[in-house]
């Protein structure tokens, strides 16, 4: 092998030895950034799903439109933040409420909102890895004074 050979193959070889740690560096990198980006999203969800929990118990308490509002910027928060399932389920809960209100259909029995609230709060807990629940509903608390 002449001079100009052992050259060539220790400048690739040194070539590859820098290449190798910065191609695992890269690729470490898009990793770690998707990893905080899905706990960021994680948290988010986590934020606006409890948001909903109670704009929607306290829109079963007291109807009043302030309690409806906040319902609305949590629909909104959900549908950007929430997952495909959760979104889909709350914003047909959501027409039907808006239909009832607007005397568009009768009012929702305690099954179908029973059926809505599960659709939904099942939607949450397995986007947020935990199991089913089989029945849930959200009670009302309105004592009369």
């Not at 470490?28 to 905080?36: D, L, S, Y």
């Not at 799903?49 to 302030?66: G, K, P, R, S």
Request: glycine share 4%.
């Amino acid at each position: 092998m002449n001079e100009f050979q052992v050259s060539i193959i220790a400048a690739a070889s040194a070539l590859l030895g820098a290449l190798i740690p910065t191609i695992f560096n890269y690729i470490n990198n898009v990793r770690q950034n998707r990893f905080e980006l899905k706990k960021s999203l994680l948290e988010k969800q986590k934020e606006v799903y409890w948001e909903l929990m109670e704009a929607l118990q306290e829109i079963i308490n007291n109807t009043a439109d302030d309690e409806f509002k906040r319902l609305q910027k949590s629909v909104l928060k959900i549908s950007i933040y929430g997952d495909n399932n959760s979104s889909i389920s709350l914003n047909r809960y959501f027409q039907e409420l808006i239909k009832f209100s607007l005397g568009q259909r009768i009012p929702l029995s305690q099954e179908e909102h029973s059926l809505f609230q599960k659709e939904i709060l099942n939607g949450m807990r397995h986007q947020l890895g935990l199991e089913p629940f089989s029945s849930f509903e959200i009670v009302g608390f309105n004592p009369k004074k």
